[in-house]
């Protein structure tokens, strides 16, 4: 495998580049403004980022948390030296992009601040402004989670700060906790964003 395929970097480009043309097609067909531009961009992005945070809570509560209780010594080591810190990055980042994209998204979508984006205020029925800050009320605790909670765990089950066999042992048993939280609010977060942008 080389080429356009040989990194994940270069996979992703090709990925992008094929999206692109296919925006460009779209636009060329049918015309959109400034802001709806805008707004298409950053769903996209926001989606793209909730889906690679999203796919971490679930690879880490149905795969790696599972593979480190069942694993042996020596599997355990490389599974903390190689997989976790990559894990952790990656969803610590995905988080960023996902909730900054989504506070944007809150002004081109008319939730906050309608009348200042658009000529005259956006409507938003009710229902919908309940099930978007209802959703962005439980991605922020999903996001406190990661940032308070679950990477702080994880520096001490990582060894980057050191600790008594106690505290990590407490460390390991909080990330697992919040881990499993951060899955029970993966699901609701996902069917209210999507029920918010599309009833
Ligand atoms: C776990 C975190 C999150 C996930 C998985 C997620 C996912 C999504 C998805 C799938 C959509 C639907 C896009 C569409 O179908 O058009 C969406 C829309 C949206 N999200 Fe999120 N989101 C998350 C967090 C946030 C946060 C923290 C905010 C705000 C600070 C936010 C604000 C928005 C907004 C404003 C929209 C557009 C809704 C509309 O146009 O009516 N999201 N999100």
Redesign the pocket.
């Given at each position: 495998m080389g080429g356009l395929l040989g990194t994940p970097g270069k996979a992703l480009a090709l990925g992008t580049a094929a999206a692109v043309v296919l925006l460009v097609v779209a636009l060329a067909a049918s015309g959109i403004d400034r802001v709806g531009l805008i707004?298409v961009l950053l769903?996209w992005l926001?989606?793209g980022a909730?889906?690679v945070?999203?796919g971490m809570v679930w690879f880490v509560n149905f795969i790696q948390l599972v593979a480190v209780a069942e694993a042996d010594q020596p599997a355990r080591g490389a599974i903390m030296k190689h997989i976790v810190p990559r894990v952790a990055l990656t969803f610590r980042q995905a988080?960023h992009l996902?909730?900054v994209t989504?506070?944007l998204?809150?002004f081109t979508?008319g939730?906050l601040g309608g009348s200042l984006v658009y000529s005259s205020a956006f409507f938003?029925p009710t229902s919908?402004n309940i099930l978007?800050w209802a959703?962005?009320l439980a991605?922020?605790a999903?996001?406190m989670f990661v940032h308070m909670m679950i990477w702080p765990g994880l520096r001490l089950v990582l060894g980057i700060e050191t600790r008594t066999p106690e505290q990590i042992a407490a460390a390991r048993a909080k990330v697992a906790t919040y881990a499993r939280w951060n899955l029970v609010?993966?699901v609701p977060?996902?069917l209210a964003?999507?029920a918010?942008?599309?009833t």
């Open positions: 707004a769903r926001h989606v909730g889906i945070w999203l988080s996902t909730v989504g506070a998204l809150l979508s939730y938003i919908r978007m959703g962005v991605a922020m999903m996001y609010l993966s977060v996902t964003m999507v918010a942008a599309h």
